[in-house]
């Protein structure tokens, strides 16, 4: 079958209809994407001719596409009245009419913000990647007020998710209020915790807030090994402890267990994996230590190229096994793209996660792909897999600023209240260059999982000071 993405008339034709469908209808009064889809979806009759005529060209361009792609056309109904997903097409359309057509795709605006929202910790981690300080908060730190006017911006950029980072995020006494300020404004908070403050009570609260994803962290099975990591004498109690009321409040649709992967944890993977599984805990990440913040000062402690390939041989073969079985705990790779080259391997091209935040064997997106969503999914590799730093994604620090992605704080694209995310995120020079994945140097220029992978961007960086080069903690 003929690629219609090698005619460069096509990408053409494509960022024209993305430009028509962006742009602001004066007689309509709103954004025509928006009219369009409430019209095709009995919302709103009245609108002019010409969004009527483009609704038409719209379902006839999205039906063909579907079909091109092997994907029945309820599809685009139940992504269209599906508010996350809407404005997932809402970022699509537009980044193709600000960036074109192009491989690995740029959306309009991230769909995901990581929020470094505190820099403030009851911790002392070694390996912290944003650097924060013991007890005290940054002296720039966003107020109450100008955090809800960060979301608010976040809002007009049509931003699907937010994650609450840190920093320790429940020491800030205003996060309830601003995750539930999130939730009102439509987009899906989460949280990601150290779990020592995480009481029965303060689990209920956060649901209450919207919240329905916290991710807490656990080194290892041994107070010894997690303390000396973290540390804080009992953090290890205090984060079982933590660990022990989410699980027992029970209503949260994702509980994420994160391990940091270092020399003297490495060989406990597998029983961190069977005590999470025991737990009901529904994914289970295996992150790395990373060379920026604290992480510099500790990547003697990350594990040799060989032993990284027992352990991410171990957790593909959980991840498909679990996946073949329809077990639900999905065990995925942070910071470690290449992750997705191991169970694609192992599987024969089967199975494998589209990126570190998506497989595509989520069972809440399942009645929207009508079954179908692994082989939608994996028909979208080329576009949105890998690292996902400045395509369809970035890092907020507590100070405002944008940053590539959570861990690159000490990288400032421009505060979000002086400049707004639409500029920063368009014009940074910094981010267009991490987007030209086809120039990445190396080994991962002649990788045959180039395009499922490509390599940590920010791991290229801060090892070499150049956003492109090939990513060093790869094992293969």
């Known amino acids: 079958m003929v690629n219609p993405l090698s005619f460069p008339l096509f990408k053409q034709l494509m960022q024209s209809f993305g430009r028509n469908l962006c742009k602001d209808c004066i007689k309509c009064g709103s954004n025509r994407f928006d009219s369009i889809l409430d019209y095709l979806f009995k919302k709103n009759n009245h609108i002019c001719f010409n969004c009527r005529t483009q609704a038409k060209i719209f379902k006839f361009v999205m039906l063909r596409w579907l079909s091109f792609n092997k994907t029945e056309a309820q599809t685009l109904y139940n992504l269209c009245s599906n508010t996350s997903f809407r404005k997932v097409l809402k970022n699509i359309f537009k980044g193709l009419a600000i960036f074109g057509l192009r491989i690995p795709f740029v ?7 990581v ?13 912290c990647f944003s650097d924060s300080s013991y007890n005290q908060k940054s002296k720039n730190e966003l107020t109450t007020d100008d955090a809800k006017r960060v979301i608010d911006i976040l809002a007009a950029n049509d931003v699907v998710t937010v994650n609450f980072c840190g920093g320790e995020p429940l020491t800030r006494e205003d996060l309830l209020e601003i995750m539930s300020y999130t939730q009102n404004k439509d987009i899906y908070p989460s949280l990601s915790t150290n779990a020592t403050l995480l009481t029965k009570d303060i689990c209920k609260k956060i649901y209450d807030t919207g919240v329905r994803s916290v991710s807490i962290s656990l080194d290892s099975l041994s107070a010894s090994k997690h303390d000396s990591l973290r540390n804080v004498s009992g953090a290890y109690d205090m984060a079982i402890n933590g660990i022990n009321n989410a699980v027992e409040f029970g209503k949260f649709d994702e509980l994420i267990i994160n391990t940091t992967l270092t020399d003297f944890n490495y060989e406990e993977i597998p029983q961190i994996y069977e005590f999470v599984k025991d737990l009901g805990i529904t994914r289970y990440y295996v992150s790395r230590i990373l060379p920026v913040g604290r992480g510099q000062y500790y990547m003697e402690h990350d594990i040799s190229k060989n032993n990284k390939r027992i352990v991410m041989k171990f957790m593909a073969e959980k ?3 679990n996946t073949t079985n329809n077990i639900p705990l999905e065990v995925l790779g942070r910071g470690m793209p290449y992750f997705s080259k191991t169970c694609h391997d192992l599987s ?10 998506l497989t595509g064997h989520e069972a809440k997106y399942q009645s929207l792909f009508n079954g179908d969503t692994v082989n939608f999914i994996h028909r979208l590799t080329r576009f949105f897999s890998g690292c996902a730093t400045g395509l369809f994604y970035c890092g907020l620090d507590c100070d405002g600023n944008v940053i590539p992605c959570a861990p690159a704080g000490n990288i400032k694209l421009g505060n979000i209240l002086e400049k707004g995310l639409e500029h920063i995120w368009i014009h940074n020079p910094d981010l267009n260059k991490i987007r030209k994945r086809w120039n990445v140097k190396g080994k991962c220029s002649i990788c045959n999982m180039r395009k499922l992978c490509g390599g940590c961007r920010l791991t290229a960086f801060g090892l070499t000071g150049d956003w492109l080069e090939s990513d060093a903690s790869c094992p293969y």
Do not use: Q
């Not at 820099?119 to 002392?124: G, R």
């Open 348 to 357: 024969d091209g089967n199975i494998y996660p589209l990126c570190e935040i």
């Open 319 to 321: 991840f498909i096994e």
């Open 107 to 113: 959306t309009g605006a991230p769909l995901s913000v």
């Open 115 to 127: 929020w470094n929202y505190t820099k403030k910790c009851n911790l002392k981690c070694s390996h």
